[in-house]
């Protein structure tokens, strides 16, 4: 059997102990306990995208981020999937996903910007496309492997069931 080489790519982002420790329980564990990461200055963090991590780190400590526009709809997700592995609160994230909505949504099929979207106006944008552009049962879609990312069923069985009334609405 032959296996793909595993691509990885190594990161040193500078950030403040203190910071990581108030905003996540995980942090927090790794950073106070008798975890090998107590006592160090530098911790490696093992399966996580550079770029979501970056973005993460940088909303934390209030830096300013001059690539949103060029953050692609994986990382958004990839985005999600580092604040549910390090019980960051997403909401932190709303002025940057507001912003990278305003920058990059419409680029993107809406099926993939339902779930990352925590933005009302996004969210709702996307629905509408779904909604009057779909043929069938309305579906999200997860360009990651992160399979355990997605709507309740029961928000994508209230659109489908909601599409065709609002098209006779119309």
Same mark, same amino acid.
């Given at each position: 059997?032959?296996?793909? /080489?595993?691509?990885?790519?190594?990161v040193? =982002?500078?950030?403040r102990?203190?910071? #990581? @420790?108030?905003?996540? /329980?995980? =942090?927090?564990?790794?950073?106070?306990?008798s975890?090998?990461?107590?006592?160090?200055? &530098?911790? !490696?963090?093992?399966?996580?995208?550079?770029?979501?991590m970056?973005?993460? =780190?940088? !909303?934390?400590?209030?830096?300013? @981020?001059?690539?949103?526009?060029s953050?692609?709809?994986?990382?958004?997700?990839?985005?999600?999937?580092? $604040?549910?592995?390090?019980?960051?609160?997403?909401?932190?994230?709303?002025?940057? =996903?507001? *912003?990278?909505?305003?920058k990059?949504?419409?680029?993107?099929?809406?099926?993939?910007?339902?779930?990352? #979207?925590?933005?009302?106006?996004?969210?709702?944008?996307?629905?509408?496309?779904?909604?009057?552009?779909? &043929?069938?049962?309305?579906? *999200?879609?997860?360009?990651?492997?992160?399979? *355990?990312?997605?709507?309740?069923?029961?928000?994508?069985?209230?659109?489908?069931?909601? &599409?065709?009334?609002l098209? $006779?609405?119309?």
């Open positions: 059997m032959y296996l793909e /080489p595993v691509i990885s790519q190594t040193d =982002f500078q950030v102990r203190k910071i #990581l @420790i108030a905003k996540s /329980p995980v =942090f927090k564990t790794m950073l106070t306990s975890f090998a990461e107590t006592k160090k200055d &530098t911790v !490696t963090l093992k399966g996580d995208k550079v770029t979501s970056d973005i993460r =780190f940088r !909303t934390l400590h209030a830096v300013r @981020i001059d690539h949103t526009q953050v692609r709809i994986e990382e958004m997700w990839y985005l999600v999937a580092a $604040c549910d592995k390090y019980n960051l609160n997403i909401r932190d994230l709303h002025e940057w =996903f507001a *912003e990278w909505y305003e990059m949504a419409r680029t993107h099929p809406a099926q993939e910007v339902l779930y990352p #979207l925590i933005h009302a106006k996004g969210f709702a944008a996307a629905t509408k496309a779904l909604a009057y552009g779909s &043929t069938g049962h309305i579906t *999200e879609s997860n360009p990651t492997e992160h399979k *355990e990312l997605h709507l309740p069923s029961r928000v994508i069985r209230k659109f489908s069931r909601a &599409t065709p009334y098209l $006779c609405v119309i």
